[in-house]
T-cell receptor
Framework: SQTIHQWPATLVQPVGSPLSLECTVE??????LYWYRQAAGRGLQLLFY??????ISSEVPQNLSASRPQDRQFILSSKKLLLSDSGFYLC????????????FGPGTRLTVL | GENVEQHPSTLSVQEGDSAVIKCTYS??????FPWYKQELGKGPQLIID?????GEKKDQRIAVTLNKTAKHFSLHITETQPEDSAVYFC????????????FGRGTSLIVHP
């Protein structure tokens, strides 16, 4: 069966520090991968998505970046965090481009102080 | 692009009552409509979905209806229980054309014992 992991579960970082959040998917190959941010207020904001290794599409220009170094690994990064980067970061996956369903990971709670 | 409106933003019911959450979409090409349940501090979980060639789908106490002509779809929860308390999201996507579902802003459902 397929599972999705996000690491870490919670993170507290000072303003100006770097960021690296990791998402890995097991039990599937060549999934579509997504990063969302959920600020207080519940809405899901799509940040990046990837249809394959090295292929990243950005939906929102900001100080975040994403990379997909391996088929089932998706990383969200920042060189210098802002207070406004605080939120709940969700990784999601779709089995392939022909699949309808999208599944979410457990999320990472990021607090920038 | 697609626009999904979701109402109400908050819904408070007594245990045993029914709850209905409504969504409208703008893109007539959308043909897949999933619903997610997000419990506090967790990632959204896919609970039911409907395709555009179906008018209604049921799974135990939950059901979803779709009116393609009016471009709206609804989630119905009968015999609500306290554990149904969560934030519910609707979404719309164009399968297999788009990799990206458009989400509503969420409904916070509170079921009072």
């Amino acid at each position: 069966s397929q599972t999705i992991h996000q690491w870490p579960a919670t993170l507290v970082q000072p303003v100006g520090s770097p960021l690296s959040l990791e998402c890995t998917v097991e039990g599937t190959s060549n999934p579509n991968l997504y990063w969302y941010r959920q600020a207080a207020g519940r809405g899901l904001q799509l940040l990046f998505y990837s249809v394959g290794i090295g292929q990243i599409s950005s939906e929102v220009p900001q100080n975040l970046s994403a990379s997909r170094p391996q088929d089932r690994q998706f990383i969200l990064s920042s060189k210098k965090l802002l207070l406004s980067d605080s939120g709940f970061y969700l990784c999601a996956w779709r089995p392939n481009r022909l699949a309808r369903e999208q599944f979410f990971g457990p999320g990472t709670r990021l607090t920038v102080l | 692009g697609e626009n999904v409106e979701q109402h109400p933003s908050t819904l408070s019911v007594q245990e045993g009552d029914s709850a209905v959450i409504k969504c409208t979409y703008s893109d007539s090409a959308s043909n897949y409509f999933p619903w997610y349940k997000q419990e506090l501090g967790k990632g959204p979980q896919l609970i039911i979905d409907i395709r555009s060639n179906v008018g209604e789908k049921k799974d135990q106490r939950i059901a979803v209806t779709l009116n393609k002509t009016a471009k709206h779809f609804s989630l119905h929860i009968t015999e609500t229980q306290p554990e149904d308390s969560a934030v519910y999201f609707c979404a719309a996507s164009n399968y297999p054309g788009s990799y990206i579902p458009t989400f509503g802003r969420g409904t916070s459902l509170i079921v009072h014992p």
